[in-house]
């Protein structure tokens, strides 16, 4: 048992943590420990004092130690090893954290962007043996191949010039009948503003609508770094619960919400699909209440049933939709590629905050996506993923039936890349045994925790079966399953 | 003589002249202009109405009506046509125009960019025979060739994930080598962010650093997407006139201004370089006060005479410069990446602003640069580029001694790309009519007006001297001499 160190224990009463303006308890004990690991009061490999003992040191209750720790756990900034107990990770924190500057010299944007949690930055950390990290796509190594190609046909004909900042007019041509082949989206090119992903979309659209302190609404759970790009641009964000049928909308604020970012598709995480009807309620709702609805539809060409619903942006007759669509998913992460279909009113607030932010993305790569998507290359090799990932799925799914059979729930499936499972009869203390249990024999699991704002009452688990075949799938679930048993043989918590 | 028609002057009546807040009248005459035409009160190639006819109908001064005018011909939404009139560009707006949307679904940040004035986007308009816009670097088709053959090498090699927020590692690594070799600066990888360019530096650190409201110094004259960005964010944009030496730092305001934005190496667009006792006085006014300084060095690579002055970054011994480099103007503009020296407080609040605003600039073209930069080719090139346009200047100052004499003046010109002349002894009437010659004969000149807060007395234009060769420029400046004299045929404004 290892007692927490004097100075350890003066970094964390430092660190103020009676503001409950910054979240639970436990959330800003794992930033202040985070903080107090970047700042070097435990070393890289340090192990850390037992929750027991950090509990009793700091005269809270445990479980909110462990949660703390679990946070920073899924977060791969400690370790836990079984019998050595919990460390520091080996590589230390994924970046350097400096002390904070005055604070007369940081914007509130800058202070509010601070004082978010950590997120996984999955970019320079080790490859766990069996990765079940969702959020990367199915990539084949013939993608390579063809994009190689396509630049250098574009390069050879590329204007050195700066861009259009609204987007390459091939690619903006290309993506209309792209959205109308896949989405039945009708639109013209001038409505569509090329941006670097989704992540800029939301940002360039959060400007154009939000002043701070304005009120958002986000889905829980939700993808952190929407809920993030929210919070700092100051927005005040309501989250809003979601069931097997999507957002609830009966729980929308009476107040208006000047933005409702929702992903209907594929619910992230949850896996969950908006129903029709909700949808007419939803865009009933902002169109009463003169909400912008963002319809974040970043993996709706994978969908093994049928075709997926039309989009919100079809269905709206009242201009209320902006649809942010990305390459991400469908080519792949690195080539920072998507785009917005803006609704008439905001195109032109929308163009100009593009052109303030970055004077527009770069040409060379716009030419070989539209030469790509003109192609059919992308058409043929979303044919061969949907086809690759359903059996994927269904190999898993049966993994998953044999080996943790009804100790699990399995929530919404129709299409996406990864399933979220739930676990019946076990604890958030077995739970992050089974996570570190996990971690030691070579899986890479991810907990749904951070995504949601409350924490769910069962915990639950993201599984992505696009970076394992399905025989390394089948492993990876069989060693799932004697991880849960292990796991299970933990008495539960008082 | 065309007299205004009805329509068109109860648009400009509806358009509210009468606010001082946002800019001179003739500005305000401009706008409305725009606004007229984007709504159809004007078609494409439709005639104005004469000066004289439209300043009798509003009961303006005629000079304003002509000033108005200018800024819309510098535009090229109107184009002036010696003897029939002035007229509707034929291509029309740059950008359609759409209603704006009802008030309440704007934030501030996208009223005010909307208050923003025209900005000339060369992307898409056609390109005059002799073109001597500025800002293109010289590109020599050697580049493509090289920089096809990276992009290949890198796209093999590729790892499809989502990249590292911060910057591609090898690519940091290769600009810290750089920046030492080029501008004598000493850094670590870790202090660069790699973004999209400088505009999307000044960006993220407006957002850092800026709340709305808050003082941002800019020279005058000016690069005018800066002056936006900053607008846009909602700074109160100070400008702070500039002489031979570049900023005049007496001139600073009193009050604190959190961000200084500087052009030191050639002050853009008047191409003087900012003294060293300046310099080192801006460094202790920023120290004094905690302001930032964003040191803007766009095209110190391509300098005549010597070494460039150190930077700002180097000299500062208080970690408030941030350093922004492009390689828009070294390899090409297309490319969109750029870099910032972070001072060691601002990091952790830039990397997650970067992070937050687009989650990293895509890695197979950062792992390109890497791989061009390193090899040595671009120093080459740029060695290559600065003999080249060493040459092109020795011309064209010799062209503009023989063509245009003593009736001009010759601003700073140690480097750069373009050279800044200004006008004795015309008038802005004449000087309207001389762009309004050039442009009839194949020239593309470019005002100086757009980029000054106040209307220089003496007017002037930029000469750029990338995009024609030396044998091009002793034709261009001929015609240029010849259109001089025919303006100063025009007898002068009252």
């Not at 230390?92 to 996984?120: D, F, N």
């Not at 154009?208 to 790009?229: K, R």
């Not at 009463?288 to 079809?314: A, C, M, N």
């Not at 492993?475 to 043989?489: M, N, R, T, Y």
């Amino acid at each position: 048992v290892t007692v927490p160190s004097r100075s350890l224990l003066i970094a964390l009463a430092k660190a103020n943590l009676q503001s409950e303006a910054d979240g639970a308890l436990f959330e800003r004990l794992a930033r202040a420990l985070k903080q107090a690991i970047a700042d070097g009061h435990l070393g890289r490999d340090a192990r850390l004092p037992a929750t027991r003992d950090l509990a009793k040191a700091m005269a809270i209750s445990r479980n909110t130690v462990v949660a703390a720790y679990e946070l920073l756990s899924a977060d791969s900034i400690i370790v836990s090893r079984g019998g050595s107990g919990t460390r520091v990770a080996a590589q230390g924190l994924p970046t350097p954290v400096h002390k904070a500057p005055a604070p007369e010299s940081a914007s509130r944007y800058a202070m509010r962007a601070r004082s978010l949690g950590p997120i996984t930055l999955v970019a320079g950390l080790p490859v766990p043996r069996y990765d079940l990290h969702h959020g990367e796509p199915l990539v084949h190594r013939r993608i390579f191949n063809a994009w190689r190609r396509k630049l250098a046909a574009a390069t050879l004909r590329a204007r050195s010039g700066y861009p259009c900042p609204w987007g390459f007019m091939p690619l903006r041509e290309a993506i209309c009948g792209y959205v109308k082949r896949k989405r039945g989206i009708e639109c013209e090119p001038d409505d569509i503003l090329i941006v670097s992903g989704t992540q800029q979309a939301l940002t360039l659209v959060s400007r154009v609508v939000l002043n701070e302190g304005d009120a958002a609404v986000i889905e829980d759970p939700h993808y952190q770094m929407a809920a993030h790009a929210l919070v700092a641009h100051g927005a005040r964000v309501i989250s809003v619960r979601t069931d097997q049928d999507g957002i609830v909308t009966a729980d929308l604020p009476r107040e208006a919400a000047r933005l409702i970012y929702v992903t209907p598709t594929h619910q992230f995480p949850s896996g969950v699909t908006l129903s029709q009807e909700r949808r007419l309620e939803l865009l009933r709702i902002a169109a009463r209440t003169q909400s912008w609805v963002f319809e974040d539809d970043y993996d709706s060409e994978i969908h093994f049933d049928g075709k997926p619903l039309p989009t919100l942006y079809s269905l709206d007759t009242s201009h209320r939709v902006i649809y942010a669509g990305t390459f991400s998913k469908t080519v792949f992460p690195t080539l920072r590629l998507g785009y917005i279909i803006c609704p008439p009113q905001l195109r032109q607030d929308l163009y100009k905050a593009k052109l303030l932010d970055d004077l527009g993305c770069p040409s060379i790569e716009q030419a070989a996506l539209a030469g790509y998507l003109q192609s059919g290359q992308v058409d043929k090799h979303l044919q061969f993923a949907v086809r690759e990932l359903r059996q994927r799925r269904l190999d898993l799914l049966r993994a998953l039936a044999d080996h943790l059979g009804d100790q699990i729930e399995i929530g919404g499936q129709r299409g996406g890349m990864h399933v979220a499972i739930w676990f019946k009869g076990l604890d958030y203390c077995q739970f992050e045994q089974l996570l570190h249990l996990g971690a030691v024999r070579g899986l890479g699991l991810h907990p749904m925790t951070p995504y949601y704002t409350v924490r769910p009452i069962r915990p639950g688990m993201l599984l992505a079966f696009t970076s394992l075949t399905s025989l390394q799938l089948k492993v990876a679930v069989e060693i799932l399953g004697q991880c849960l048993s292990e796991a299970l043989q933990r008495p539960a918590a008082a």
